[in-house]
């Protein structure tokens, strides 16, 4: 649970008002306080900001500290996590290989409220260059998992096979008034500006971005904290 309303209103704010503050629109306001929008790190530090609270104090759980808690947090423990490959579009990669898995070592939970993440993909090339640059690294859960199911408005991993080979992009998932589903592009280079059908039975969206790392310069591959998590999921 939230307090978002709780703490609107305590402050004498229209859902108009705080949607100006947050740089957003006033029917997203209304979806996250009803709770039909995901509250995702990035929501969480967008709002507080806007609100001017701690992020700790938008959450409703007396099990968290109501302090400055980063919302990336090593304290919580360590876990190693499959190195799946690499996300770009038109990049396809052997599904099997005779290389040994790589893994890296993240936080056990992220966000609020945490969650695991299950996986790590790289970034490759400028096809997520407004959200997600060029060799970094973004974690991930099972899409069928508990963080499940996927909403419009997710940042998401989705994979198309072909033969024995495998392509993986990051795009913004989003359902429009017709029950379409689309791949949102995250890019204003030229050649990934258009959004992608999710065909079924073409495309499987397989993980869920739940925050995003850097684990270029860490030692033993441990992940460091860098707070972009999701869209707004508008059409």
Same mark, same amino acid.
């Given at each position: 649970?939230?307090?978002?309303?709780?703490?609107?209103?305590?402050?004498?704010?229209?859902?108009?008002?705080?949607?100006?503050?947050?740089?957003?629109?006033?029917?997203?306001?209304?979806?996250?306080?009803?709770?039909?929008?995901?509250?995702?790190?990035?929501? +969480?530090?967008?709002?507080?900001?806007? &609100?001017?609270?701690?992020? *700790?104090?938008?959450?409703?759980?007396?099990?968290? =500290?109501?302090?400055?808690?980063?919302?990336?947090?090593?304290?919580?423990?360590?876990?190693?996590?499959? &190195?799946?490959?690499? *996300?770009?579009?038109? +990049?396809?990669?052997?599904?099997?290989?005779?290389? =040994?898995?790589?893994?890296?070592?993240?936080?056990?939970?992220?966000?609020?409220? =945490?969650?695991? *993440?299950?996986?790590?993909?790289?970034?490759?090339?400028?096809?997520?260059?407004?959200?997600? =640059?060029?060799?970094?690294?973004?974690?991930?859960?099972? @899409?069928?998992?508990?963080?499940?199911?996927?909403?419009?408005?997710?940042?998401?991993? @989705?994979?198309?096979?072909?033969?024995?080979?495998?392509?993986?992009?990051? @795009?913004?998932?989003?359902?429009?008034?017709?029950?379409?589903?689309?791949?949102?592009?995250?890019?204003?280079?030229?050649?990934?500006? *258009?959004? &992608?059908?999710?065909?079924?039975?073409?495309?499987?969206?397989?993980?869920?971005?739940? @925050?995003?790392?850097?684990?270029?310069?860490?030692?033993?591959?441990?992940?460091?904290?860098?707070?972009?998590?999701?869209?707004?999921?508008?059409?």
């Amino acid at each position: 649970m939230h307090r978002i309303r709780t703490i609107r209103e305590n402050k004498g704010w229209s859902r108009r008002q705080l949607a100006s503050a947050a740089e957003t629109s006033e029917s997203q306001i209304v979806k996250l306080e009803r709770g039909e929008r995901r509250l995702t790190v990035e929501w +969480l530090n967008r709002l507080a900001k806007a &609100l001017d609270v701690l992020p *700790a104090e938008i959450i409703e759980d007396e099990n968290i =500290p109501r302090g400055n808690q980063p919302l990336i947090n090593e304290d919580v423990g360590m876990k190693r996590v499959v &190195l799946a490959g690499q *996300a770009a579009p038109g +990049l396809w990669q052997p599904i099997m290989t005779e290389d =040994p898995v790589h893994y890296v070592t993240v936080p056990s939970f992220v966000g609020f409220p =945490p969650v695991q *993440a299950d996986f790590v993909v790289q970034i490759s090339g400028p096809a997520t260059n407004l959200v997600y =640059p060029d060799g970094s690294h973004v974690l991930c859960a099972n @899409a069928d998992g508990p963080v499940g199911p996927v909403r419009s408005g997710d940042h998401v991993v @989705a994979e198309r096979i072909d033969g024995e080979k495998l392509e993986r992009r990051v @795009a913004e998932y989003r359902v429009d008034e017709m029950g379409n589903e689309w791949l949102w592009p995250l890019s204003d280079h030229r050649d990934h500006k *258009a959004p &992608l059908p999710v065909d079924s039975g073409e495309t499987r969206i397989s993980g869920i971005v739940v @925050a995003m790392a850097d684990i270029r310069a860490v030692p033993r591959g441990t992940a460091r904290q860098t707070h972009k998590v999701h869209g707004d999921g508008n059409l």
